[in-house]
């Protein structure tokens, strides 16, 4: 009787499914880690982040802009974005010429596996990423450096191809173990995923798609954290990560501002809004008569309304956007903000010609002021900005239709229609204006989507990162941003805060400026190992 | 009765040659589609917001693109994955053997649970529906099962975490142990497998009620149920010997068909509770066009179909002796 035997042996395992179920249920909570929200000392913390990184070698990009937990560079950022030594002793001497940058290192320092560091780890790291079989996506970044050589055991000499003045800024990328690294794939070697570094924390597990678990290094050379233990769980759904936030699962998390907003009146939760160089702009292409004009670039810049875009598309978590360049960064030129001014961008296009015609849209000679706008389908707010700039530019007769799709079909036509891009990289102006504006780099990968050609912005970008003199560089970029008034072959619309919400339960909690990417490495836990636990 | 066996290894034997075929034309459709695909894996491996140079993409397009048409792609795929290799995963970073190893295992736990728990409440309530047709139970057991049947898994995920993680705070939110605790316990293990599997049972139960309610309910109109009636059998046995025996039948084939629905129901589930298992991985191979990773867990979803059915196909022809195994 086979049925009657399956049902039988099936009830018996509803039994025993049952009774799981019931032990399972029985003890809720009283075996957490540090999970449960409210004040008091804690010496663990577990984060919700969105986005979990690809790898954590270093070789392959990962923590390249500093804050990687588990490697140290040889310098590193403090809260204002200066360069402090790390693994190197002191801030590099840099030859007259500027071709030479020489990194003396510590010589207590050991990786995590008890290696020593010496100088053969720091040219191993450069040389592999340098490397043309290394699918290291970020690698034009060091694309100034020429060489790299061990100057004995204990300092590294850098020389480049032609002077760089940011390069310093480069050197915060996480230096990788040879002994651990050296005799695998970089691509797909375990290192990937089991990574060596000299950091203060050390990876402890990594149970992919579910969380990353760090555990402080005891031997760490700038003495042992604090926190204890710093668990980063990985939630894409922002609802998710609220809901187990608000139920005292995490300790902190990324949020966006609307799910931010619910936390107000939380108790023992904080929000911590950092500012960022996470911009967001129209390119206006060159090549397209219409986006190419000067007195249409001039005249979108005045006709949007930027604060109002802050309100109602950010909550009030952002920043208007005149240029690459956050307001609040001391390499901003102040005085270039531009107000909202619909009346005289009219001026401006009537002056040059474009006269209203059918439907309000404006003409010359036969041409329609009209473009296509694209942004990268499934990103809500670069939707949000697309549409709240047409209709801005509709008020002044330029007609700009909105369309999305993925970034295949956006590649293919940046030279002639204008894509809502975003990015931003706060550590120097050269990050973030080179690729964005040099000529010769039009339409090169995704640097310079707009085509912008301007001789007189060329040459200040290459004054500005070939001088070692910090007030001509400072003089250098205040020019390129005036120049980007006169003719904003972009229009900048915002830079965006990233929003946190975390547990009140230790001291030293501080935000930097931050990048386009924030999660793991960027956010108030960038400097999680100099917290100190509230007693 | 004895168990025809050596039918039924017959019947494996043929299911095994029978799935060569079927994973070649999947595995293959799966390298044409990729070749057709507008996706641009160096723009995926790149990332948004990258500032990458035109010569650092041309180099990485010369490192990650496959050579040849799509035939000769698959066909230096299927030669290295029969070599025992299954390629590498390019969102990943790591063999593709490897992806599989670390996360197989807790897919396999949640949908084995799950599964096991939706055919053992299906039947259950199934029964009790059918014994009286059109009672108020049946009324309630039915409605409700058409209405979960239309709500979609991360839906009722959301609900569920909504209820137990935040208003009642009895079970966690999701992850495989303690936000903070590295080592997997089985209380804890326990624990935080109660909401996504029953998140995932509730979501393929109605199914199986339904199926079971109409085969007991037909079978009880049938004249061996009768018969055995008339003969003054306990009602429990006329039941559980009689109509759920015959009502069980047409379950059995839909086994085989829910394996599928199984698979993309535990995807959303597993996402929605950062469950370390392969959903992650797939989804982040689907939208990162990884397309060795892919390849390896279409093959993959295609074998749990086919062992689904092969599964459904032995249970039937061992449950009714007028089913014969060689005929299959």
Redesign the interface.
């Known amino acids: 009787m086979t049925v009657r035997r399956l049902v039988r042996g099936g009830a018996v395992a509803g039994a025993v499914a049952a009774l799981v179920a019931t032990a399972g249920c029985s003890t809720p909570g009283d075996d957490e880690g540090g999970g449960s929200g409210g004040g008091g000392g804690r010496n663990s913390v577990v984060v919700g982040i969105a986005n979990e990184p690809e790898t954590l070698s270093p070789l392959l990009g990962y923590g390249k802009d500093g804050n990687s937990k588990i490697f140290d560079g040889l310098l590193r950022h403090n809260d204002e974005l200066g360069l402090e030594p790390a693994l190197a002793t002191e801030l590099p001497e840099v030859s007259e010429d500027g071709l030479t940058y020489r990194y003396p290192l510590r010589e207590d320092v050991a990786f995590s596996d008890g290696t020593p560091f010496t100088s053969a780890d720091v040219v191993f790291t450069y040389e592999t990423i340098l490397d043309e079989g290394t699918n290291n996506p970020n690698k034009g970044e060091l694309d100034p450096v020429e060489s790299v050589e061990a100057d004995g055991e204990h300092a590294v000499v850098f020389t480049l191809k032609y002077p760089y003045a940011p390069f310093a800024e480069r050197t915060v990328l996480p230096i990788a173990s040879e002994e651990a690294a050296g005799d695998q794939d970089v691509n797909t070697g375990s290192y990937n995923t089991e990574p060596v570094g000299t950091g203060p924390y050390v990876l402890t597990d990594w149970s992919a798609g579910e969380r990353i678990s760090l555990e402080a290094n005891p031997d760490y050379w700038g003495g042992a954290p604090e926190v204890e233990r710093v668990t980063m769980a990985i939630i894409p759904d922002d609802d998710v990560r609220a809901t187990r936030l608000r139920s005292g699962d995490l300790d902190a998390a990324v949020l966006p501002p609307n799910l931010a907003e619910g936390f107000a009146d939380e108790e023992g939760l904080t929000t911590i809004t950092a500012e960022s160089a996470d911009f967001r702009a129209v390119t206006l292409p060159s090549d397209n008569p219409v986006t190419g004009d000067i007195a249409v670039r001039r005249a979108l810049d005045l006709a949007v309304d930027r604060e109002l875009m802050v309100e109602s598309i950010l909550l009030g978590a952002g920043h208007p956007a005149y240029n690459a360049i956050p307001t609040a960064s001391p390499w901003f030129a102040e005085g270039t903000e531009r107000a909202h001014d619909p009346e005289e961008a009219a001026r401006i296009l009537e002056e040059a010609g474009w006269e209203e015609g059918e439907g309000g849209i404006r003409e010359r000679d036969g041409q329609r002021a009209e473009f296509t706008l694209w942004y990268p389908a499934g990103d809500r707010l670069r939707q949000e900005h697309a549409l709240a700039y047409a209709s801005d530019a509709k008020d002044v007769g330029v007609d700009i239709t909105v369309e999305s799709g993925s970034w295949e079909v956006i590649d293919g036509r940046l030279a002639e229609d204008a894509v809502l891009s975003g990015g931003g990289d706060p550590a120097d102006p050269d990050f973030q204006l080179y690729n964005l504006l040099y000529s010769e780099l039009a339409g090169n990968g995704y640097n310079n989507m707009a085509h912008y050609r301007n001789p007189a912005v060329d040459e200040q970008l290459d004054l500005g990162r070939r001088s070692g003199d910090q007030a001509e560089r400072a003089a250098a970029y205040e020019a390129v941003q005036r120049e980007l008034a006169e003719n904003p072959g972009y229009t900048f619309l915002t830079h965006i805060d990233h929003v946190y919400v975390m547990a009140d339960a230790w001291d030293g909690v501080t935000t930097q400026v931050e990048p386009h990417d924030h999660g793991l490495g960027h956010g108030p836990w960038w400097n999680v190992e100099d917290w100190r636990v509230r007693s | ?1 004895s ?1 025809p066996w050596p039918a039924v290894a017959r019947l494996v034997g043929r299911r095994l040659l029978a799935a060569v075929p079927v994973l070649v034309v999947v595995t293959l459709g799966m390298f044409a589609v990729a070749a057709a695909s ?3 894996p160096v ?1 995926r ?13 041309d ?2 397009r010369e ?2 693109s496959p050579d040849g048409t799509f035939v000769e792609q698959w066909w230096s795929w299927l030669t290295s994955v029969l070599g025992g290799d299954l390629g ?2 390019l ?5 593709v053997s ?2 599989i190893a ?2 197989v295992g807790w897919s396999l736990l949640l949908c084995a ?1 799950a599964f ?2 939706s ?2 409440l299906g ?2 309530l199934g029964v009790l529906a059918a014994r009286r047709e059109g009672g108020w139970l049946d009324r309630a057991v039915s409605s409700l099962s058409y209405t979960l049947q239309a709500a979609p898994p991360f839906w009722l995920a ?1 609900l569920a ?2 209820l137990f ?2 208003q009642l ?8 142990t ?5 080592t997997v316990t089985a ?2 293990l ?2 935080h ?2 909401l996504p599997a029953a998140v995932l049972t509730i979501s393929q139960a109605p199914w199986f009620v339904l199926y079971v309610r109409q085969g007991v309910a037909d079978a009880l109109h049938e004249d061996p149920v009768r018969g055995a009636r008339a003969r003054g059998v306990s009602e429990r046995t006329v039941l ?2 009689h109509a ?2 015959s009502g ?1 039948l047409p379950v059995l084939t839909l086994v085989g068909t829910r394996i599928p629905e199984l698979i993309t129901g535990a995807l959303l589930v ?3 509770f ?4 392969i ?3 797939t989804v982040r191979a689907a939208t990162s066009t990884d397309f060795p990773l892919l390849a390896a867990l279409t093959a993959l979803s295609a074998l749990a179909v086919l062992a689904g059915n092969l599964l459904a196909d032995l ?1 039937y022809g ?2 009714d002796p007028r089913v014969d195994l060689n005929e299959m």
Not at chain 2, 178 to 182: R, T, V
């Open positions: 009765m168990a507008p996706f641009d723009r491996y790149v990332g948004d917001g990258s500032s990458a140079s035109q010569e650092t993409l180099a990485l490192n990650l590498q995963s969102a990943l970073r790591q063999p490897q992806v670390e996360r649970v096991v728990g055919v053992l039947c259950a959301l975490i909504w993680a935040l705070d009895v079970l966690p939110a999701g992850g495989l303690e936000a903070g605790e590295d209380g804890s326990l624990r497998l109660a559980l010997g759920l025996r069980l597993e996402t929605v950062s469950w370390p298992g959903a992650s991985a249970l061992l449950a």
